[in-house]
């Protein structure tokens, strides 16, 4: 009988715990890793021959724009094929839930430009099975999947699905829409949610709206962002992923300092960029990084892997 489910034959293991690669073999036992290295613990039913290869853990990509292609792709092609084994969707408060049946039309037509995301696609795709954001994360799960995922509320989907997207897009919420956007975020978290996500680039958005005008929490005030952070801070769990830059770098930092000071939670800080004409550049990111440390406020640093200009 066998001892082991799986027996990964004459890798090398890169582990990401920073020593050096090393040849080994790995055992799996009910979907976990049972023994790395070392005298065999017995047969296993399936053996892999590694030889040649490297053996690692999964990347988890925390920001992706899957949430669409998902629905067709289990493996969200090309990250399934790179090694990526969890994906984070609902970045930059871009997402389908939750959505009222007649605003599902344009909330696809946002994606069109935002994301690139083909229309045809998304309509031929999803089956838009749900209303809600606990509805939409059933849904999520009965997908077949090759990759594990995380979802964010999309704050834009939560702002047109409270006040509307004209009302959204031209001034702050009610003391009444704030208190039933908490609501929602927390119902959205009881089922699943990480926390939620934001876009803000003011209202010359470069990233901007379908018809052009900017996305709804380009023009969120803070008050209205802070208010969702209270929830993060009551329930003393989630994180908030941010691209805050309209304009003013220090007016835009400080901002994210009081961010994470409400919260009290992870804030991920889109996006420290390299320059190959100024090195300067992502110091200056890396060195307030380390200055929001020393105050204890837990902003995490995020960047793309590839050239700027884009």
């Known amino acids: 009988m066998a001892n082991c489910d799986v027996h990964i034959k004459g890798g090398t293991v890169v582990d990401g715990s920073r ?31 590694a030889d ?12 992706t724009h899957y949430d669409a292609q998902i629905r067709w792709d289990p493996w969200c092609t090309i990250s399934g094929w790179h090694g990526v084994t969890s994906v984070v969707l609902g970045n930059c408060g871009f997402g389908f839930a939750p959505v009222k ?3 599902q039309e344009r909330s696809m037509l946002t994606m069109t430009r935002t994301e690139a995301i083909p229309y045809d696609s998304m ?22 999947k090759g990759v ?6 999309p704050t834009a989907s939560l702002m047109t699905y409270v006040m509307g997207l004209e009302a959204a897009k031209s001034r702050a919420a009610t003391n009444a829409e704030k208190k039933e956007m908490k ?26 709206d379908y018809d052009g005008s900017p996305m709804v929490t380009d023009v969120m005030t803070d008050e209205d962002i802070l208010n969702l952070a209270e929830v993060l801070r009551e329930r003393d769990e989630g994180f908030i992923q941010i691209t805050q830059a309209r304009g003013d770098i220090k007016t835009d930092l400080a901002f994210l300092e009081k961010l994470a000071e409400t919260a009290r939670r992870p804030v991920l800080h889109n996006v420290i960029v390299a320059a190959r004409k100024d090195p300067k550049v992502h110091r200056r990111s890396l ?13 995490y640093g995020q960047t793309g892997t590839h050239r700027t200009g884009f």
Not at 19 to 25: I, K, L, S
Not at 52 to 63: E, R
Not at 148 to 153: D, K, L
């Open 101 to 103: 049946p007649e605003f």
């Open 52 to 63: 040649g290869l490297i053996v690692a853990p999964g990347f988890v990509d925390l920001h």
């Open 183 to 208: 609501r929602l975020l927390h119902e959205g978290m009881d089922a699943g949610l990480c926390g939620f996500s934001i876009q803000r680039l003011g209202a010359d958005s470069t990233q901007a």
């Open 19 to 49: 020593v050096p690669r090393f040849r080994a073999d790995v055992w799996v036992k009910d979907g976990k890793i049972a023994q790395i290295g070392g005298r065999a613990p017995g047969s296993a039913k399936k053996v892999i021959d």
């Open 123 to 144: 309509k031929e795709g999803m089956a838009w099975d749900w209303e809600t954001v606990p509805e939409y994360l059933e849904s999520l799960d009965r997908s077949p």
């Open 148 to 153: 594990n995922c995380i979802q964010y509320m």
């Open 287 to 299: 060195d307030w990084l380390e200055r929001c440390r020393a105050k204890n406020l837990p902003i």
